[in-house]
């Protein structure tokens, strides 16, 4: 102790010096981080490009067709060059696009790459990576089909004349085609230092400033202190005489009898309680959801089909698919068929299946027309489960009644030329199609094992948190810590890997973080290199039994194949590494511990949990009320939704609530602000600007709410509350100039509305008819208020399209109306003008949010904005709670335990809501 403040007087008397030799060290990593050139990826040809200049494009590329750029490099280096194609209103199903990169001079082959058809949707950049970048070659791009006689085009810009030239079979075209060409260049990063010059320069002024307050005499230090001490005495006599004064209630109450008995064993009672609600909630799920979900199968298409069709006359009544199987395992097989609008279910069809190779009858079965559904394959389940039958002949021979010729019944059939292994025989003759058929592998029972594996870890946590809030009456700290562990171990399993929104991005972006830590250098633009065996495992963003089969069979693996290879990949949002640090640091340890892909994802997520939950467990810590309102916002379904994902939403919210906290905490406390305060909330008014693209900056102004008197003077708390809306601002600065100009600067030609060619509305648009705007907040309000606040709580989770019980956002919103009263004994802290602070600061973060959204995502043409959700809102929450507190409604005694034991009993329900919504057969 000596020592320390020895340190600190030392600290104090020399301030000015150490002020200039930090000043001294700020200077130097000024001139050094200039001087040393960064590596930079630079884009050419989008100029212009946007949805209302998208009107040309090129003949759709065939066998036949060759397309040709002819482009100068530059004295940059070159790495990728993509072109932007669409399909038009077509599906493909079969054919490759080749794109090769020549030398012109020399006709060397500087990079080759073949694209699949089917993998193209609507619209894609798809380009080829060059084996070496190239500088200062003249180079030619040559665009051709295999196998294609349908195929896509591309975009031509006609806004803008973009270097290079653009051949069709040897004919130059009167526009460019549009071209995305990526270079890597170094570059001298000035302003970007220049800027991060100011900001530690600020803060530390911002110290020194501050550290004046260590000159004050100990007197009123340890008039403080005695201060607390007495005020921990009275807390300390004060709980002693509620503990007297409830033993005297509990012995008035003894009775004889059940009563007396009751009281005994009333917490084993309540134990026993619980335990019991569990069992009954998982009982009923299983018995509606799980066990419908249990008899269905695992299906994947064996033969696909192009929308051709096959009609069912008295020439096809007798259908006899000869299918060579590629499965192991097989229960079933299905075939697809047709309904048109005038079909009349009348007949029967009589299918069978027969395993040729070992003379079995594996199916047969009659099925009435009017069973059939359009579009559907008819299902044909084995009596046994079949094992060991790869490459075994399996014979499909379907009978149709005569009620169905002509009737309008169709069965879908494969393009010509395709799965010619395979044979189908129509009324006896050969064809050169197909039936479209699917295979059935396997029944999913193991979702049986899955959830009672959760149902038991669910009684397990219910047990220990009734023990710590009833019996051993932890803090109310450490069972929120304890709560939010556990429940995150369920949702991690729940919403498994893909399934919140953006995580395939989130994930892209820690895999290229984790690649950085671990020396692995960059793959380039929308590529990443991965494990071989991460690259093959891919999950779905939407609820599948496959998703669950996936976490079922790779949970205990480790690593087979651990090769780097390189996949395809989202974009690099150069979001940097602290905002994705916890779920880095998860994935990287997973991968030096040669773990598999499965558990790699699900300890990155439950480090992301694991982070927000310490910064809200330490924020919980330094509130002097409130902190059961923070307990039920933190285990909000949404929440744990967003904080148990690769979500940078962990790390800004944890961070948010901590940057709150830490203001109430300075502002209705009693403690002087300490030099080590500053630091901690400069530090994150720091972070939480990565949030959202800085949507969350006014939050910085809760600092205000600190009076002058926790700070020397009014001069210092001004320059300290300035210093930290600052320091955020350079921040913001730092990385989201280019994106503001761009958001400014767009034209009603180029305004596109996210990564789409979506025509956007404009700051031009707006400044034209101010009105407009105004009508658009007002609609967007009135009708997306309701959305916000489900969307806020957990009505509608994953990708908005997972829906659980309305009951359930109106449960907690309940509870935390509940938790915004006192006890009669909490002094009213929060006074109006501070609430109105407050509002302003929230509603000035939720404008930008609206704003934002309405600039970069809200088509032209819309009434109000889109892309707008309430899981945005719930950083803001704890600041915005002090609004609610009020003197109307008090309670006699602490209320929190109850609160909390509510909100566990919310989160039952809500998980029995999502299994039912997740397993819903699709």
């Known amino acids: 102790m000596e020592k320390g403040k020895a340190w600190k007087l030392w600290l104090c008397r ?72 669409t399909a038009g209103e077509r599906t493909f199903t079969q054919g490759t696009l080749i794109l090769e990169v020549q030398d012109r001079d020399t006709g060397e082959t500087l990079g080759t790459q073949r694209h699949l058809l ?144 009751y009281e005994k064993y009333r917490l084993l009672l309540g134990l026993g309680a619980l335990f019991l609600l569990v069992a009954l909630v998982f009982y009923h799920v299983y018995d509606v959801q799980i066990r419908k979900a249990m008899n269905t199968t695992h299906r994947v298409a064996v033969m696909r089909d192009n929308q051709e069709m096959l009609p069912i006359t008295r020439e096809s009544a007798h259908l006899e698919q000869h299918y060579v199987t590629e499965e192991d395992t ?30 079995t009858l594996l199916c047969s079965t009659e099925v009435p027309a009017g069973q059939l559904l359009d579009g559907q394959y008819l299902g044909l389940i084995f009596t046994d489960s079949q094992r060991g039958i790869q490459g075994h002949e399996y014979v499909v021979e379907l009978t149709f009644s005569p009620e169905l010729y002509d009737s309008g019944l169709s069965v879908f059939v494969t393009p010509k030329g395709y799965y010619e292994e395979n044979t189908l025989l129509v009324g006896g003759e050969e064809s050169d199609r197909r039936l479209s058929m699917n295979a059935h592998q396997y029944f999913n029972l193991f979702l049986k094992k899955y959830f009672f594996a959760m149902f038991v870890f669910f009684e397990l946590m219910a047990g220990v948190l009734y023990w710590a809030l009833f019996i051993k009456r932890w803090r109310i700290e450490r069972v929120f810590l304890l709560t939010i562990l556990c429940l995150g171990v369920v949702y991690n399993f729940l919403l498994v890997p893909y399934m919140t929104p953006d995580e395939k991005y989130h994930i892209d972006m820690s895999y290229r973080h984790s ?71 998860g994935m990287t340890l997973a991968r030096v511990l040669h773990l598999g892909t499965v558990p790699m994802y699900l300890l990155a997520r439950w480090c992301s949990l694991l982070c927000f939950a310490l910064l809200t467990y330490w924020g919980m810590r330094k509130l002097p009320f409130g902190k059961i309102t923070l307990f039920l916002l933190a285990v909000l379904p949404m929440n744990l939704q967003q904080c148990t994902s690769f979500s940078y939403d962990a ?114 648009y707006f400044l034209q008819d101010p009105m407009a705007f105004v009508s658009m907040m007002l609609s967007t309000l009135t009708d997306k208020l309701g959305f916000y606040l489900q969307s806020l709580v957990g009505q509608k989770m994953g990708w908005v399209e997972i829906e659980i019980s309305e009951a359930i956002p109106i449960f907690f919103l309940i509870l935390l109306a509940l938790s915004l009263c006192k006890t009669r004994e909490e002094p009213l802290y929060v006074k109006t003008w501070q609430k109105w602070w407050v509002t302003l600061v929230c509603g000035a973060s939720f404008g930008i949010i609206l704003v934002g959204m309405l600039l970069t995502w809200t088509p032209m043409g819309n009434v109000s904005i889109e892309g707008v959700q309430g899981r945005y809102l719930l950083p803001l929450l704890p600041a915005f709670a002090l609004v609610g507190r009020n003197r109307l409604l008090m309670y006699e005694r602490n209320p929190e335990r109850g609160l909390a034991y509510a909100a566990f009993v919310g989160q039952l329900f809500a998980v029995m809501y999502l299994i039912k919504a997740v397993l819903v057969i699709r």
């Not at 010096?17 to 050139?37: D, E, N, Q, R």
């Open 14 to 85: 020399n301030r000015k010096k150490c002020l200039s030799g930090y000043l001294i060290l700020t200077f130097l990593y000024l001139a050094v981080s200039i001087a040393i050139p960064h590596d930079k990826l630079i884009t050419r040809g989008l100029e212009g490009v946007g949805k209302p200049s998208l009107a040309q494009k090129t003949q759709e590329i065939t066998d036949e067709t060759v397309l040709t750029f002819c482009y100068d490099t530059g004295e940059e280096e070159l790495q990728d060059i993509s072109f932007y194609f």
């Open 515 to 585: 690649n950085r830590l671990l020396g692995i250098a960059s793959a380039g633009e929308n590529k990443c290199y991965k494990r071989a065996d991460d690259a093959e495992l891919t999950f779905t963003s939407e609820p599948t039994l496959t998703n669950y089969k996936a976490v079922y069979d790779g949970l205990f693996t480790m690593v087979n194949d651990n090769r780097l290879v390189e996949t395809a990949a989202t974009s690099d949002t150069q979001a940097p590494i602290v905002v994705y640090l916890p779920a880095v640091l």
């Open 330 to 359: 097989l229960v079933g097989l299905g075939v697809r068929m047709d309904l048109s609008e005038d079909f009349v279910p009348a007949g029967t069809v009589t299918a069978s299946v027969t395993d040729e190779t070992t003379g």
């Open 118 to 261: 089917e993998d193209l949707k609507v619209e894609a950049f798809w380009g080829v990576s060059l084996d070496e970048p190239v500088a200062t070659r003249s180079i030619q791009v040559e665009i051709r089909g295999e196998n294609v006689q349908e195929g896509p085009y591309i975009w031509l810009n006609t806004e803008v004349d973009t270097p290079g030239v653009s051949l069709e079979n040897g004919q130059t075209l009167e526009h460019n085609l549009i071209y995305n060409a990526i270079y890597l260049t170094q570059v001298h990063n000035i302003k970007q230092n220049v800027l991060r010059f100011a900001m530690l320069v600020l803060l530390g002024l911002m110290l020194y400033a501050v550290w004046g307050d260590a000159k004050e005499p100990h007197g009123e230090e340890n008039v403080l202190l005695g201060e607390q001490a007495s005020g921990k005495e009275e807390t300390l006599s004060q709980e002693g005489q509620d503990s007297f004064q409830e033993g005297q209630a509990v012995s008035g109450k003894k009775r004889q009898g059940l009563w007396a008995l």
């Open 651 to 764: 790390v800004i919210s944890g961070v948010i609530i901590l940057y709150t906290c830490y203001c109430l905490s300075l502002a209705y406390g009693e403690e002087q602000v300490k030099p080590g305060d500053m630091l901690v909330l400069a530090v994150l008014a720091v972070v939480l600007i990565y949030g959202k693209s800085g949507v969350y900056l006014p939050v910085c102004f809760l600092a205000l709410l600190i009076p002058a008197k926790r700070f020397r003077n009014r001069r210092v708390q001004l320059f300290c509350v300035a210093g930290l809306f600052g320091l955020p601002v350079l921040s913001f600065l730092n990385r989201n100039t280019a994106t503001v100009s761009q958001i400014v600067t767009t034209t009603e030609a180029t305004s596109t509305v996210g990564s789409s060619m979506t025509a956007g509305y404009t700051v031009g």
